[in-house]
């Protein structure tokens, strides 16, 4: 473990565990470790319970409490039950921050799992790491979760960036397409995906030929479409959600635009894109894709599927596959840093985490100078209203 992070967590170790016991005979006093008792190790995370992205804070949180359920059933992890405190942010800013203040001051949390959003933890990491506690598996794919590298940040997700830049060289030297453009909200996401495009594009001497820029509030997209079709653009990539993906490929198709491989990522792959008619053979760059309840899957994974649906009243989507694994990592985690429990243990054991595969066939690994777990992305398809996987492990 290099010097800054032992100096970071003895540092905040002493800020945020209150008093010590005292000293005797000249021998320093022993701080205890933030969020760890004899018999309990407190988890946290700001979340979207109620919000315009609750179907990810949701399901996540929902299959973290399965597997968290599970190991404590089963005598916890060395001894000690794991508490998993969740607050509600609604995917706002300042929610956030009080939620934040509250699961680092007063819960005292030893970690914090799936917390949800770019803004919402690019606003409360800082505080966080001032205290210690590690932010590991955040549901969001920004760069800014593993960039710049920081020894408390971890994410198992594939990051916006890579997808796009897999994709485009996927397409141009894998499928032949020849002009490349970029359609984005004008956001810190969309920027990432535009970014993404033109280095890759660079790289292989290519330029992007058109953009077209929008508010996340827009509706009509036929102005943007002729922009792009007049460019000759037969590679879109797409730096949209699930709303103005399907706005886009619902203008596109109007004008019976045809021949364009339209790619989206992480952020813009659901079934509800899937479902519409103007979604059929549409693209994602996924870290891992969701189930069907009449697909062929594994003993454990059947299991598995079965009772969530039979838990929460639904099937288990992306964000629930995404919620069970984390957890899964962290208890891993957990397991290999020993009984005698400290956030620089924890990180040294998630950095030995090299090899690990979860029950759905997703490899994921980690080590002292890589936090980030995803490195490949799967090529997904929309096929007759589902979405069908056409590759895995493909990178740039």
Same mark, same amino acid.
């Given at each position: ?8 967590? +003895? ?20 701080? =205890? ?15 979207? &319970? ?12 929902? +299959? ?23 607050? /509600? ?29 770019? =803004? ?6 800082? &505080? ?9 598996? =955040? ?46 909200? /004008? ?17 292989? %001497? ?17 102005? +943007? ?9 037969? &590679? ?7 709303? /103005? ?5 619902? +203008? ?6 045809? /021949? ?78 020993? =009984?005698?429990?400290?956030?620089? %243990? ?43 996987? &056409? ?6």
């Amino acid at each position: 473990m290099n010097k800054f992070l032992s100096m970071l967590l +003895a540092a905040s170790l002493l800020a945020g565990c209150g008093d010590s016991t005292p000293a005797g005979d000249g021998e320093a006093a022993a701080v =205890p470790q933030r969020g760890v008792t004899a018999d309990e190790i407190v988890i946290g995370t700001h979340t979207d &319970l109620s919000g315009p992205i609750a179907i990810w804070g949701v399901g996540s949180v929902n +299959a973290a409490r399965m597997r968290i359920d599970e190991v404590n059933a089963a005598g916890g992890v060395h001894g000690r039950s794991i508490r998993f405190v969740v607050e /509600d942010t609604q995917y706002q800013v300042p929610r956030a921050m009080q939620a934040a203040n509250k699961l680092i001051n007063r819960d005292e949390v030893f970690a914090m799992l799936l917390a949800t959003g770019t =803004p919402t933890n690019n606003a409360v990491m800082q &505080l966080q790491f001032e205290a210690g506690v590690p932010n590991i598996f =955040p549901i969001t794919g920004a760069r800014s979760m593993v960039e710049p590298f920081h020894p408390l940040k971890f994410t198992q997700r594939g990051i916006y960036y890579d997808e796009v830049r897999a994709a485009t060289r996927y397409f141009l030297e894998e499928q032949g397409k020849q002009t490349a453009c970029v359609i984005y909200q /004008d956001t810190d996401y969309g920027q990432e995906i535009l970014e993404g495009a033109q280095d890759q594009l660079a790289e292989m %001497g290519r330029e992007v030929a058109a953009v077209s820029a929008h508010k996340p509030t827009e509706t009509e997209f036929t102005a +943007a479409m002729l922009r792009l079709k007049e460019a000759n653009c037969d &590679l879109v990539l797409m730096g949209t959600v699930h709303r /103005d993906t399907i706005l886009v490929l619902d +203008a596109a198709r109007k004008m019976n635009w045809q /021949d364009v491989a339209w790619v989206g990522n992480n952020a813009a792959y659901a079934e509800v894109i899937a479902e519409q008619d103007s979604g059929e053979g549409y693209y994602a760059f996924v870290h891992m894709m969701s189930l069907y309840g009449d697909d062929e899957m594994s003993a454990p994974v059947r299991a598995w599927w079965d009772a969530y649906r039979e838990r929460f009243g639904e099937a288990p989507g992306l964000a629930a596959m995404e919620g069970y694994r984390a957890a899964d990592l962290m208890i891993e985690a957990l397991e290999r840093a020993g =009984p005698e429990l400290t956030t620089q %243990g924890f990180v040294a054991a998630l950095e030995s985490i090299d090899s690990y595969t979860d029950m759905f066939g997703y490899r994921v690994s980690f080590s002292a100078d890589k936090h980030s777990g995803a490195t490949e992305s799967v090529l997904a398809q929309v096929q007759n209203g589902r979405w069908v996987k &056409l590759g895995q492990s493909i990178s740039y």
